[in-house]
Each structure stands twice: as C-alpha cells, then as structure tokens.
C-alpha cells in the first residue's frame, strides 16, 4: 500500500514564525501536491510537483513556498506564517501518465496560527 | 476549464438505507477520469472508487457504485446499505489527460448515518 506520512497531525505556530510541513510518500510516485482545506471551500491546490526540483503555482499560492530535493519528498514553507494560514493541510502524491491512478493523501496537519 | 460541482452541502440517511451523493463536472477533454474520496472526522482521505470516462460499464467496489451518465455529465456515488461508520464527508474529484497531473475537486458533501 502507498504510504504518505506528513510530519505532525497538529501544529502550532505563532504569527511571523517560518512553518516547515513536511512530506514523505514510498512510492516512488513522481507527482506530489499541497492542498489546504477549509470549510465550505473544499480542497485548494497550493502548489504541486511533478519531478525533483520542480514546483508549479496551485491555485493559492500566496504567502508559501515549496522545497522538493529528494523524489520522496515535498515541504511547504510558510515563510511568515499569518492567522489566516490556520487550515488543515493536505499532502498528496500519485502516478505520472496514469489517469486512472488516485491521489494517495496522508492523514492531514491542522496548523494552527496564534 | 476543468471544474466539480457538488450541490448537496450536507446529507442525511437511515442506517440500512441506500443513499446517492451528486457529482456533475465539466471538461472539454474526452479522455478522463472521475474519484471519489471518503474523509471522516479524523481528517484522512480515502479514495473509494474510479470511473474513467471511456469505461463501458459503472464502476462497483463492495457497497458503493457510480452512476456514470457522460452525456450529462454526472458520476453520483451511491452507497447503499449505510452504516454509522459512513458518516463522513465525500469528495468527487477528476483527473484530464490534457491535465495531466492535476487532479479538481468539488466542495464535498457531508454525510450523517442516523441510527
């Protein structure tokens, strides 16, 4: 089974601090993503990965960044984190060039900002 | 524009009854393909099941299938049987060839099993 660890269930951080979420997945699976979840808005794409190195602007980019230097694995940064970054994060990861192939997703970081 | 539509906020269903959760979606690409996803309170999600838009048949996994209608757009979960432990949210989600690895999801429906 594909297994996707985020670091920590719960977090939390107080404004201005630099927040480090990080992703493991050990499935050799070449895409990886970043979403964030809040009520009613259902799953925003924050930034995704389809390779080493390489990171391309999700939906809601703004106020985060992305490291990818080993395939396995994806960290967000929010370089100063704000109230308004308080969510649940979702880290995902799937197979390149199979459509028919999931998103695998870990259990979830709900960061909370003070 | 790929795009998931869900209109049904919140649902709710008696233990034992079948239920259909609704999904529409919009792509101007043939080839694609349709998730659907589980998310109980503990917050993991949990992939159900997959339609692919040129599957001749719905597709089944235990006791949820997809009602797949590609000319209106639609891919309803059904979940018949509900069990308490289906309480949960239920995201739809797709995936375009021409989109590669981008993957659209809908806002979700939450689901409530009464016993």
């Known amino acids: 089974d594909v297994k996707v660890t985020q670091s920590s269930r719960y977090l939390v951080k107080r404004t201005g601090e630099k927040v480090f979420l990080e992703c493991v997945q050990d499935m050799d699976h070449e895409n990886m993503f970043w979403y964030r979840q809040d009520p009613g808005l259902g799953l925003r794409l924050i930034y995704f990965s389809y390779d080493v190195k390489m990171k391309e602007k999700g939906d809601i980019p703004e106020g985060y960044s992305v490291s990818r230097e080993k395939k396995e694995r994806f960290s967000l940064i929010l370089e100063s984190a704000s109230t308004n970054q308080t969510s649940m994060y979702l880290c995902?990861?799937?197979?390149?060039?199979?459509?028919?192939?999931?998103?695998?997703f870990g259990d979830g970081t709900r960061l909370s900002i003070l | 524009a790929q795009k998931i539509t869900q209109t049904q906020p919140g649902m709710f269903v008696q233990e034992k009854e079948a239920v259909t959760l609704d999904c529409t979606y919009d792509?101007?690409?043939?080839?694609?393909?349709l998730f659907w996803y589980k998310q109980p309170s503990s917050g993991e999600m949990i992939f159900l099941i997959y339609?692919?838009?040129?599957?001749?048949q719905n597709a089944t996994e235990g006791r949820y299938s997809l009602n797949f209608q590609k000319a209106r757009k639609s891919a309803n979960l059904v979940i018949s049987a509900s069990q308490l432990g289906d309480s949960a949210m239920y995201f739809c989600?797709?995936?375009?060839?021409?989109?590669?690895?981008?993957?659209?999801f809908g806002t979700g429906t939450s689901l409530t099993v009464i016993p």
């Open positions: 792509t101007s690409d043939p080839s694609y393909g």
């Open positions: 339609q692919g838009s040129y599957d001749q």
């Open positions: 989600a797709m995936r375009a060839k021409n989109t590669g690895n981008q993957f659209y």
């Open positions: 995902a990861s799937s197979l390149a060039g199979a459509p028919n192939q999931p998103q695998h």
